[in-house]
Each structure stands twice: as structure tokens, then as C-alpha cells.
């Protein structure tokens, strides 16, 4: 039921629940970072290899809402759609599954910087022209699709 | 430069590090989660207690923006401000401070469940009450105060 | 340079690192917990199978030698070998590889207990075939051995 | 029913537990190395400090017992009792109680490095001047004393 160009599979283990037998909401953000840096990967940019590059992306904003808890066991996909990308700031979705229904959906800003200065630098062209390759766009938070 | 009800004094460890040398993006909910607990235990309301009653509150939604980096050793402070309550919702803004000045702002917005059937239920009379008593409404993400 | 009857492949995530730009030394118990989840699954024992049978494996006491740190990004191997299965008690060994050197070796007890109770039990007998059944013995946290 | 020179309280919260409604084993290691910051804080060395001096203590190997579950909402105190202090290596006792009862023992070994090598250097005359001021010294993990 959604729309992403990458989907990460992430088990659900005993360290990301909580006493009330769900994962604790914070645990979400360590799956969608998961699924950012396994999708980069795809994309031919390693974080070390950023990082040679003296950059960083780090998260500005974020948005998230939690629609079903997930449980000790369940195996869930984390996507990554582009919804929008500017000269040094990226959007993305980033929707969390469960067998196809939606658990979570989270739209996170990115910041692309210098990790020197920390500040802002405008995304380097062959990241761009990675980004531009990807099968297609992302619809945004509220986008229909499905799980490829 | 923050106007909240409620102020949690939180240390940061070595453990909500990463290796960029900042506080993980993730953390920062583990810190308003120990505040908003213990917001509540001020007003009279441990979880326990809570759950004794079969309720609980859960997060449904959350907007954080990323201003500044916390790093090692930094004391911060972790604010809860009432923004709205309604039948079985709570909207609290949650600001980072360290020294004053705003790392991090977030919005949450907090069902009350009954805890068997995970279904929305009227937050209790006491706890309206117990929030009505409080000192002063919080004003918002963009609301001006100060430390207390 | 390790023997194991299972290994699971574990990348490090930004999640895992600390601000000394390596793995904090709490989240190798995390990568020891999921390979000792995903063995039991190998086994044919899901954590919510043995849950419904009302057991539990828990951890009595553990012994943890940090020999190399773990970085960014690093595609670790973490092993479980079975050095003693008591009555209602279970040894494992569990090394930490990267590229097969030993970054880390854990020996860790378990015990089986009544969820109700937590009481020590016997462990199952369909559990201890299961174990009887594996490829070969570990040889303690010494052991040589390969990398399967 | 403890010994130790130093004891940092510790809260219970809900990211600190796991769906068995317990504190998830890892997490002990969290709330150990808080009480080692904050005891070496005592001794007037924030990790900045240390870090300025181009040194960090590093956990080498760690013996831990759990004995019985903390849960959610616990006041706990982690102590901090030096066991046993070399030229490079010092050993702490650090044991976890709840009221009085002990949930956790823990030995740490620790190594000072210098930050640039991560090799083995001395532990500094003044640190060591600080730890020989220490109000008395701890038994190891079967010593008997009391919670100060």
C-alpha cells in the first residue's frame, strides 16, 4: 500500500520494545536512519564514502505519525521515497510496513553539510545525478502505491 | 528563550552519542519521554498508577526540528507545555535547551488508550483537572518564555 | 578464526556508534541478543513459540571481552556456539567477527524459565533435540575454529 | 547490602525496558557507564577534561550477573567501587540495587589509552592521586558493605 523506490526489511528484536510489548517510539527513527544508509549504499554513497567527501547528511526535521504498533518478532520494510530535492536539502517518506499495512508514515528533511563548518553545502552533482536515477519520485506522505 | 510548565534536567552520555559526535537524532524522544514522565509524576500521575487505571498515553504523532547539535556532557533541559487538550487527546510542545538556547523543538501529540483494547478512551477527570491546575499553558512551537 | 554453529551478519548503524567513533560497548549485548533469536529461529523455536509454551530464555550472567572496536558501517559476524546445556541452563559462547578477526568473544548463561513464575523449568525436550541436533559442539570462548 | 564509594540514582523509563516488562540486559551497561562518568566527575574529571588530554578509560572486559529484574518506573542506585587500580588498568566493582537489594553485580575492567593510538599509557599521576583520596576502597563483587 505504498510508494517507495527502497525498501529495507528490519526484524523487530527483543531491544527495540518497550514494557507496553510494542516498539518504543523512538526505535522507529533508528530504522528509518537504516533504511537511509542502506539506500544510499544502493545508490553507490557509502557514509564513509560521504564522509571522505568532508560531508554529511543530517536530519533537520521530521514528521511522524504511528498508526499501529508493531510487535516483538515482526519482520517490517522501511522505505525511502524522494519527495523533493533542493540544492542542499533533501525530503523524504519514509513509510514503515507490516504485510503491507502501514504502521508509520515519517517525512524527514535532510541537510546536506559540510562536517567541518556543519554548514549547509549544496548536494555534490554525481549525488544528484544518482538521486535523478532512481526509478521514480515519491508522492509525499499521503502518496498511494506499493510495496516493490 | 522557552516558556514550559515543567523542566527536566537531562545529562548526555556516552551512550546517546554517535560517531559524528552529536547526540543520535533518535534520542532526543528518549529524552521527551523521561520528561513527560516525569511531568506526570509532578502532577500526581506515575505510569504505573496510570496503568493501574488501564490507561495509557501513547504518542501519535510527532514533529521534532533539529536546530543545534547537543554533544557529550552537555546538561540540557527537556520542557512539557500543555497546547492543547481535548476529550482523549493531549497536544504538548516539547523544547531541548541547553544554556538557554533551543537545540531541538518538538510537538507531540499523546492519545489516552485504554491499555486492553489499545482504543481511545476520555482522559479521566483527575488528570483534566490535575492539567488544569497547572500554572500556565504552554503557547506553542513558537512560543516565547523562559526557563523556570 | 572462530568456531560457531551459527553466525548472524550484523551491519553497524550510526544507531550503534558513540562519539569516540565506535561501537558503545552495550550495543555488542544487543548483536549478541539477535543472533541468539535468529539461532533459536534456525532451530525451529520463534521467541513467540516459546512464549506460548510460557518459557523464556533469560540471561543469568554474561562475560564480555572487548579485544577491537567496531565501526561505522563495519558487516559484522556474531556467532553462537553451545558449550553446556544443563537441566535448565544453557552455555553459549558468542564471538563478534569482522573479516574473521575477533573483535569481541561473549560466554553467556541462560536460563529457562516459567513466564508466570520466573521460575527456573526443565528445558523442553523438543528444545534440547533441537540442540542435540546441531552440526557440532562449541568449544568455549578459547576455541579455534572457522568461520561457517 | 552494598559497598561502593560513589552511587548515582537511576530511573527506570520506558525506553530502558523490553516487552518481558523488565530492563532490557543491555541496558545495565548504559547505567554503568553513567555511574562511572559521574563517580569520575566526583573526582574532578568530566570526560571533556580527559579527552582534552588526549585519554579515554575504555571497558576491556565486563563480568556482569543479572539476579533479578529491574521494571519500569525503578529508582535504582549504581555504584562505583575501584577494586583494584595498575599502571594502565583499573578495576571497578559496580553493583545495582533497588531499596537496598541487589539486581545486578557487575566487574569492569578498564584500560587507559591514549585517544590518538588506542594503545595502553599510564593512568595519570593526578587520577591516580584522586582515586588513592577516594573515601575507601571496594571488596569485589562479593564484598559486603552499605549503600551510603
Redesign the interface.
Known amino acids: 500500500m505504498a510508494h517507495a523506490e527502497f525498501w529495507l526489511p528490519v ?1 523487530v ?3 527495540d ?6 516498539v ?4 522507529y ?2 530504522y528509518l ?2 533504511a537511509r ?1 542502506e539506500w544510499f549504499r544502493t545508490l553507490g554513497f ?3 564514502a560521504l564522509f571522505a567527501d568532508r560531508l ?1 547528511f ?9 498508526l499501529r ?1 508493531a ?3 515482526d519482520l517490517l520494510q522501511v522505505g525511502v521515497a524522494v519527495v523533493d530535492l533542493g540544492r542542499a536539502r533533501l525530503r523524504l517518506d519514509q513509510p514503515v510496513l507490516r504485510d503491507g499495512e502501514r504502521l508509520c508514515e515519517a517525512a524527514v528533511e535532510l541537510a546536506c553539510l559540510r ?1 567541518d563548518t ?1 554548514r549547509p553545502v549544496a548536494i555534490p552533482a554525481e549525488v544528484r545525478r544518482a538521486l535523478a536515477r532512481r526509478p521514480s519520485g515519491g508522492r509525499g506522505i499521503a502518496g498511494r502505491g506499493e510495496v516493490s
Do not use: H, K, Q, S
Not at 543530517?58 to 504511528?66: D, K, P, Q, S
Open positions: 526484524r528484536y527483543v531491544e520494545t518497550d514494557a507496553a510489548g510494542v518504543f517510539y523512538a526505535n527513527l533508528r536512519e537504516r544508509t557509502a557514509r564513509p554529511a543530517v536530519v533537520r526535521a521530521l514528521e511522524i505519525r504511528y504498533p510487535r516483538l518478532d562536517r556543519l
